[in-house]
């Protein structure tokens, strides 16, 4: 006498302990719609005014984007148009950075929809007008690690997220590429996107090529997607590698590239096994290019090159000579390509790859670090963000992440841009500190910071051009002269966030 | 002294762009436009004047486009453009 009808008061009374209703089968009916034909009418998939309005976007909240489409992307003006003439105001922008192509933000901003900005950098005239005070409030700047540790320990706290994709299901499974016959563009890793995904409280994926259930090896899990929109496109993929990610054929680049691949060799770092990045910038990422005959010539394999993969990284993966390839942004198309097709090619969220107070963090990991700057001081302060006229000209990226956690940190810049001194007294802003900058490669000779003296003999040692940075700052004011001080103001139109979350540097308004 | 229209220069990195022309009223009037503007404006400027009054320019009209020009540079190229408007070569002699 034990059948389920038997057992009823029994199931009635641990329901009512446990405080559920009992389970009642004839409110339950089969969906037998082909599975097919079911995702296609998810309702998952809406127009972006449809998702806007249903995520309870409401004044005064705050939207993210990610960059990774970066002189292509056509997402950011897209949705701001879009809460433009939904009437939204006062919103907060958190994107992954801002490039030359969000100038028409400045008009969004001139009306009061958007009225902060939090991003790693700015370019172009929507800088020059933030430079000059256009915002009430100063823009937030962070790294790319600190701004992912940020979202997660609720620091950044963002209401929706519009993060744009290459590919994407009806459930939401989306990735920074396509395989289907449709794909219409590809930006590889979607790594500065992957905190806002997990931790926005609602989350909207744009997509230019709605794939089939399951889109497989998707960066985006369905799980973090509320909302999926259909559009004619997310990006344009040929503008990704333009501007600060060019490949130079600019000789001075090229000198400066080949000596710092010399340091690197010389270092001490130059090992079986050694990890790899290299930052943004002509010189930085022709660095690869040059450590390549040595790895052969030694026979010197990297364990992972990390970061901004480009197509000198892939080229050395593909030879056997970097096991794998950890991708937070892929600097170009072929390396978006390998991170589709090559399953040593991975990428990783920005708080994994280089939050400070994440343990797992790959730039923890990281051997030797090769990086560009707008200015270097004769304390080894770096500043990569605002240009020696005062306007904010360039981005923060993972520059103080990669400085800091790195056990060589090697900065490659000219003495001079033009009549620009590189090598300065004291950098404009702040922006990685010198405890973190170990060497300086210039064309007139490489400097080490006072902190390693070890480095600096083993770089004397290998017949290296070794010289006092004060020295470098002397012949660079010797051949331009002295600069007028310029016209700063009193406003505060931007604020630097070290990457523990403390105020390190405030960027103050040009004027005239 | 007498001088026509000339120029010099390119608008390159590192180069500036000199065009001369007569001025109607006195003295030398420059009108510079220089990436450089905020920090070097007024030596681009010194250094222009300085050039031409020691060649015997003392009323010109000068436009100056100055990418980021060092002073030997815009020197160079305010005496070609000068000796291109006065007709007088002062490397000569």
Partial sequence: MNSIKDRAALIAEAAKQMNKEVYNDSQVKKNITPRHELQRNCGKVVTLEEAIRKTGLKDGMTISFHHHFRGGDKVINMVVAKLAEMGFKNLTLASSSLIDVHEPLIEHIKNGVITQLHTSGLRGNLATEVSHGLMEKPVIFRSHGSRGYAIKSGELHIDVAFLGASSCDPLGNAAGYSTSENAKSICGSLGYALPDAKYADHTVILTDDLVDYPNQHSAISEADVEYVVVVDSVGDSSKISSGAIRDTKNPRDILLAKQAAKVVMNSGYFENGFSLQTGSGGASLAVTKYLRQGMIDKGIKASFALGGITSHMVKLHQEGLIGRLIDVQSFDKVAAESLMNDPMHKSVSANEYAAMLEPGSATHFLDVVILSALEVDVNFNVNVLVGSDGIIRGAIGGHPDTAQDSALSVIVCPLLRGRIPCVVDEVTTLITPGSNVDVVVTEYGIAVNPNRPEIKERLVAAGLKVVDIHDLAAKARSIIGNPAPLPFGDKVVGVVLNRDGSVQDVIKNIVG | ?93
């Fill in chain 2, 1 to 93: 002294m007498e001088i026509k229209t000339a120029m010099a220069g390119t608008l390159e990195s590192g180069d500036i762009f000199i065009q001369i022309a007569p001025n109607d009223n006195a003295g030398l009037h420059i009108d510079l436009d220089s990436t450089v503007a905020y920090q070097f404006g007024d030596q681009i400027k010194k250094v222009i004047t300085e050039t031409l009054q020691g060649l015997g320019i003392d009323q010109a009209e000068v436009k100056a486009t100055d990418k980021g020009a060092l002073d030997c540079t815009i020197r160079a190229r305010v005496t070609a453009a000068a000796v291109r408007a006065t007709g007088k070569d002062v490397w000569a002699d």
